[in-house]
């Protein structure tokens, strides 16, 4: 098939919408309505994507907007919901437990988000540094990341143990007393922290893939401009890297807003002791399908994606300054 | 002709390889490296691999232990009489098999259904220019931010309703739809066929369907190898699904049939089991990474994520 011999004018109908060049004619015929040959793409286009369609409408539309109805009811499940306007709600913002696990929440994201992004984009700059075993380093920093969190628990829960674990061993090593990391309320959800740690390989992929877009020739002409490698990654590769950063970022925090297995399986889905690991979605759970609270658990998820949106776009908004789309292109 | 030919990276020649071997050395304008410029970082990189290395060495030495060496304290750094049995112990404490069989049927129709959608919807969203095409991808990247979480308790009562739960239904069939992140990540690698490509081709009488089948397949192989691994690493260590969905112990899988089996049967089943147990249960995803392990790197930078 000879699809690579160019197709005689550069610029066919198809491409001119796009690139924009060619102002004169398009617009004018595009102003009054579809002709039968965008009419036919259009058909194709969204056959092509019609299961991306039904699942936008069965997996996100209808359960988000069930969701919130199924907010102003008490359901269990079994019998119809009956409707009971805003009780929910003011349960939830009463509920001890529910300040309990925000909390608990709350101090998992600000210590795991900056540090997950902090040591993320040190690996994707170890993965990417011009040394001959580079792949070496790349397997063993993403080889953590394929541990299912399950697994990550029960290697903690053995590392960590009061009485025989290795965790007390280097303590003892430095002087300290042996500890039960897991037996405390605060203990318990720094080893999670650091458990999560250990998968920062996926967001140091998407790093890579960033670092990789900077062009080499701005790193050389900061080098014959003399400019310190500190001095380059602080002026050219943390502005360049910007949007990743950002995408990484809020992928952060929703990720944290729902910290989930780990604290179930380390805790056998307790969320002890003391609550300490009675994380926000522990307690959606808890109330969905341990206390059959279906109509209070759907106002905790509304509540949640409502703190999710607006941090997304707090955070969004707040980068606008920051963000530099300069190399997107590339 | 000689100019326009690039070498593949397989077929250079001996010189060459030398001089690339050279070349990581050297700077990119040329000038060579100190020696003690990438000490620093290797040394750095060396302690940074020890503590990643650390979880896997810890499963694999804590499976091997008799139940009286995991119990000495200070701990033994290896085992020093190996127990092999401890994982014919772990595969036969539990219904392990079974296990394995519900995790293996969920994730090669995952791999497969999830493969084949986000292609063909990925196809829709990169090779064919139809009008609002690139308004409606920003729903697409929209739905990449949503919480889960907001779905989870009308999903539960819809595969109720349809009578599903307890079987392997509720974890399949989701991925006939499309994922926002696989959809995203193939869009940005079709983009990089030529649209006069694709032009040519139709004027040549060709249907879309053979477009997508004889173009857009062979070329966005590398990207949909990366999603097929990736959706075979999610599905096979997917807890919270498993954990909603299958109650009955005939239709779990590895990761939630471990942790309930752990959980109902503390006394029965032992760390070094349990050790041994997670072991085999990530030989099969480590095996994938060593045998497709430039696609983990190359498909998301390949494409370039923007």
Redesign the interface.
Known sequence: ???????GP?A?P??A??AGVQTAAPPTR?SRG?NAG?RR??R??????S??I???L???I???V??IA?SFTRYS?MEAPTWVGIQNYVTAFTDPLVGKAASNTLFYAIIAVPLGLIISL??AI??N????EV??????????S???????S??????LNP????F??VL?LFGGANVNLLGDPTGVKIAIILMAQ?GAGNAA??F???L??IP?TI??AA??DGASPLRQFFSITFPLLS??LL?NL??GI?GS??V??EA??VT??TGDPDNGALFY?MY?YKN??GFAE?GY??AL??I??LV?LAL?LLVYWLSRRFVNYDV?A? | MSTMIQTPAENISPQRKKANAEAYNRRADGTKRSWYSTLTARIVMIILSILFLMPLYWMIVSALKSNEELAKFPPTLWPHAPEFSNFVKAVTAMPFLTFFANSAIITVSVVVLSVISNFIIAYGFACIDWPGRDKLFYVVIATLFLPFPVTLIPMFDMWARLGLVNTLFPLILPAMFGSAFYVFLLRQFLKQIPQPMLDAARVDGASEWTILWRIAFPTAMPALTTVAIFSAVGSWNDFMGPLIYLQDQKVQTLSIGLQTFRSVNAQDVTFNQLMAASFLVIVPLLLLFFIFQRYFIRGITIGGFK
């Not at chain 1, 194709?44 to 994507?49: N, R």
């Not at chain 1, 029960?154 to 590392?159: A, H, R, S």
């Open positions: 098939m000879s699809v690579t011999d160019t197709v550069p066919g198809a491409s919408v796009s595009r579809l965008q793409k259009l194709t286009g969204l056959l092509f994507i299961p991306w039904i699942g936008v069965v997996f996100i209808y359960p988000v069930y969701s199924l499940g040190v690996l170890a993965m540094q011009n040394v001959r792949a070496w380093y790349r397997t063993i920093f993403y080889a953590p394929l541990i299912p969190a399950f697994a990550m029960f290697i903690f829960i053995v590392f009485q025989f674990g290795v007390n061993r003892n250990l992929l998407i890579l893939a960033g990789r877009n080499k790193y050389e080098r014959v949007p990743v995408f809020i992928t929703s807003l729902q989930f297995t179930f399986i056998n889905g979605m959606l969905a399908f279906l658990a759907s998820a509304v949640l994606f999710g997304a997107e590339g």
